[in-house]
């Protein structure tokens, strides 16, 4: 190749990854705008959700307000394992959507990568698992009102060894403020 093949090939180069950059970052922009999309993790709001379940201490529990069409509505909570043995939050449901699944956010790459967890969230022994926005987190799919902010949604949080507690989750603001 000549000089000026590969002079004109690394300008495109270049040009192509400051345009795939710019278009990325316009993205987490775009992201960080939409209700529930946000990339702050931020701390529980005031007034939040909290149960005991055996050796479980479940706090800071809330789901973000939704905006009219917005298909999914975000759930967090902490749960703090107190015992001397594993456990697992194996499922969640709620009477205010019809599927309420358990996801992981993380980077893979440049890119933030959302799935489903559908083998649980491990809560180990002494530890303290937070499902936080960006992070893992509740997803509350096919969602029969629009969560709004001011209102409760009731969830069903099922572990594999302390069992089944219900929780009302207080709707705070899109932001989670």
Same mark, same amino acid.
């Given at each position: 190749?000549?000089?000026?093949?590969?002079?004109?090939?690394?300008?495109?180069?270049?040009?192509? #990854?400051?345009?795939?950059?710019?278009?990325?970052? %316009? %993205?987490s922009?775009?992201?960080?705008? =939409? #209700?529930?999309m946000?990339?702050?993790?931020?701390?529980? *709001?005031?007034?939040?959700?909290?149960?005991?379940?055996?050796?479980?201490?479940?706090?800071? !529990?809330?789901?973000?307000?939704?905006?009219?069409?917005?298909?999914?509505g975000?759930?967090?909570?902490?749960?703090?394992?107190? !015992?001397?043995s594993?456990?697992?939050?194996?499922?969640?449901?709620?009477?205010?959507?019809?599927?309420?699944?358990l996801?992981?956010?993380?980077?893979?790459?440049?890119?933030?990568?959302?799935?489903?967890?559908?083998?649980?969230?491990?809560? *180990?022994?002494?530890?303290?698992?937070?499902?936080?926005?960006?992070?893992?987190?509740? =997803?509350?799919?096919? @969602?029969?009102? *629009?969560?709004? %902010?001011?209102?409760? @949604?009731?969830?069903?949080?099922?572990?594999?060894?302390?069992?089944?507690?219900?929780?009302?989750?207080?709707?705070?603001?899109?932001?989670?403020?």
């Amino acid at each position: 190749m000549n000089r000026k093949y590969a002079a004109a090939f690394l300008i495109s180069a270049t040009t192509l #990854s400051f345009s795939a950059a710019a278009a990325m970052a %316009q %993205q987490s922009n775009d992201m960080n705008s =939409m #209700s529930g999309m946000h990339m702050d993790a931020g701390k529980a *709001p005031a007034g939040s959700a909290a149960a005991k379940l055996g050796d479980l201490d479940i706090s800071g !529990g809330y789901v973000r307000a939704m905006l009219p069409g917005q298909p999914v509505g975000g759930g967090y909570i902490t749960i703090h394992n107190g !015992g001397s043995s594993d456990d697992r939050l194996t499922s969640v449901t709620s009477s205010a959507a019809g599927k309420v699944e358990l996801h992981e956010m993380k980077m893979d790459g440049e890119i933030m990568k959302m799935r489903e967890v559908k083998e649980g969230i491990a809560i *180990p022994a002494g530890a303290t698992v937070t499902l936080s926005p960006n992070s893992l987190h509740m =997803m509350f799919k096919q @969602v029969k009102t *629009p969560f709004k %902010q001011g209102g409760t @949604v009731p969830v069903m949080l099922m572990f594999d060894k302390a069992g089944m507690v219900d929780v009302t989750l207080p709707v705070v603001a899109p932001n989670g403020n």
